[in-house]
Every structure is written in structure tokens, then in C-alpha cells.
């Protein structure tokens, strides 16, 4: 996807940043006032979506940030000394079931004489 890549949604801002420049200096030249030209829904559309481009921007570094952390703590942990071979037995005698709890339960037979008959 296109719109999740850094250099698509630059290429989005950069466009939109001169479509704006074109468009204030078109509407200064035809000597609107700036407070007027504040309230131009063109000048207002690619303004908030510059602004939009720069949240998703934000997004983009986060994300990368987060994945060049998971990477080095990936890194961080091939590099560190495997387990004794004891330390493994010690875990994997842990994590064992007991062997009273492993079969199915079998159901109480009922004592009571009177049902039978």
C-alpha cells in the first residue's frame, strides 16, 4: 500500500503545499483580505490536509521507531548466552502435569438402595 510508504504521502504534502502557495497568491492578487482568505474553503480543505499528512507522518516514524526497537531487542536476545541444560530441566519439570489429574474422571456410583429397586 502506497499510502502507508514515507515517500508517497511526501510527495501527497508537497503537492498539496503548492496547490495552497498557488492558491493564496491568486486570491491576494485579486486583493482579498488575509482574514477573508482564511475563510476560502479551497485554502481550508488543503490546509487540513497537509495537516492530515503530517498526523500520518507521525504514525509512519512511530511505527518504523517501534519496529527498529523490536528489532534490536530481537538482535539482544540471538546474541545473549543460550540456558544451561540444567536451567531447561529445571523449567520443564515445572510445567508437568501430575499424573492424577491426566485421565478422565469416572462417575460416582450411587449408593442409594432406594433408586436400584
Do not use: C, W, Y
Given at each position: 500500500?502506497?499510502?502507508?510508504?514515507?515517500?508517497?504521502?511526501n510527495?501527497?504534502?508537497?503537492?498539496?503545499?503548492?496547490?495552497?502557495?498557488n492558491?493564496?497568491?491568486?486570491?491576494?492578487?485579486?486583493?482579498?483580505?488575509?482574514?477573508?482568505?482564511?475563510?476560502?474553503?479551497?485554502?481550508?480543505?488543503l490546509?487540513?490536509?497537509?495537516?492530515?499528512?503530517?498526523?500520518?507522518?507521525?504514525?509512519?516514524?512511530?511505527?518504523?521507531?517501534?519496529?527498529?526497537?523490536?528489532?534490536?531487542?530481537?538482535?539482544?536476545?540471538?546474541?545473549?548466552?543460550?540456558?544451561?541444560?540444567?536451567?531447561?530441566?529445571?523449567?520443564s519439570?515445572?510445567?508437568?502435569?501430575?499424573?492424577?489429574?491426566?485421565?478422565?474422571?469416572?462417575?460416582?456410583?450411587?449408593?442409594?438402595p432406594?433408586?436400584?429397586?
Amino acid at each position: 500500500m502506497g499510502s502507508k510508504h514515507r515517500q508517497a504521502q511526501n510527495g501527497r504534502k508537497v503537492s498539496f503545499e503548492r496547490n495552497l502557495k498557488n492558491r493564496l497568491a491568486l486570491l491576494l492578487s485579486r486583493g482579498i483580505e488575509p482574514r477573508e482568505i482564511d475563510k476560502d474553503a479551497l485554502v481550508k480543505k488543503l490546509r487540513a490536509n497537509i495537516e492530515a499528512i503530517n498526523n500520518r507522518l507521525k504514525t509512519i516514524d512511530a511505527n518504523e521507531k517501534k519496529t527498529a526497537e523490536l528489532a534490536r531487542m530481537k538482535a539482544e536476545r540471538a546474541a545473549a548466552p543460550p540456558k544451561a541444560p540444567e536451567a531447561i530441566k529445571e523449567e520443564s519439570k515445572i510445567k508437568e502435569v501430575p499424573a492424577e489429574g491426566k485421565g478422565k474422571k469416572k462417575k460416582k456410583e450411587d449408593n442409594n438402595p432406594a433408586k436400584s429397586e
